[in-house]
């Protein structure tokens, strides 16, 4: 069974449109984090958070937003969507966060298209 | 700039071949560093991490750290075609708010 579950697997949307990618880890992690990866792009860090508190935001628009509703829940709403998006977006918890407790297990992913 | 570094970006060996692959980081505060690797469509697996100078051994993978040159390798014996597949390097200076920085990638291909 899946322990980093991400809904949904894949995603088509419209520009300008609005989406909420899901995510729960039952791990028993600490911290959460999104993670993008595109052919144009390495796997890149977005946001980390810890204890449902956001630790770090290497993502520059606002366009991003993560939502914490439980230690074991981080969203992704992305709003006014550009084909730009389009990518893969991990979710990915690690046990703790300094030293070996940043290893980080990524969900399966959801696939985002923006056309 | 990429503040990981991976090469070759591509490698081809034949099956039952020695895979080494090189990752080096330009930023002098880290510390921790991890493989991880990732099959065409599917998320990225942590494969081995190493956080001492020296060597650590799991099975067919070898991984070497020298932390004065940030310079990390990983080597794979006897390849076989099930490890083509994505090998990401990944490094943290390990605070308490450090995150993980990729690389681009290794591309290993094990032709049969």
């Known amino acids: 069974d899946p322990k980093i579950i991400q809904k949904p697997k894949y995603l088509v949307a419209v520009t300008g449109s609005e989406k909420i990618l899901i995510c729960e880890q039952y791990l028993g992690h600490n911290a959460m984090y999104w993670y993008r990866q595109s052919a144009k792009k390495p796997l890149e860090f977005m946001f980390s958070?810890?204890?449902?508190?956001?630790?770090d935001n290497q993502t520059a628009s606002s366009r991003f937003q993560p939502q914490s509703s439980k230690k074991n829940h981080l969203d992704l709403q992305i709003t006014a969507l550009k084909p730009d998006d389009s990518a893969t977006y991990f979710c990915a918890s690690s046990p703790g966060t300094g030293g070996s407790q940043n290893t980080l297990y990524f969900g399966a992913g959801t696939r985002l298209s923006v056309l | 700039q990429q503040k990981v570094q991976q090469s070759p970006e591509s490698l081809i060996v034949p099956e039952g071949g020695m895979a080494s692959l090189n990752c080096t980081s330009s930023d002098r505060n880290v510390d921790y560093f991890w493989w991880y690797r990732q099959h065409s469509g599917k998320s990225p697996k942590m494969l081995m991490?190493?956080?001492?100078?020296g060597e650590k051994e799991e099975g067919r993978f070898t991984v070497h750290l020298n932390k004065a040159s940030l310079h990390t390798s990983l080597h794979i014996r006897d390849s076989q075609p099930s490890d083509s597949a994505l090998y990401l390097c990944a490094a943290s200076p390990g605070g308490s708010n450090a995150k993980l920085t990729f690389g681009k990638g290794t591309k290993l291909s094990v032709k049969s």
């Open positions: 991490s190493i956080f001492s100078n």
């Open positions: 958070y810890s204890y449902q508190k956001l630790m």
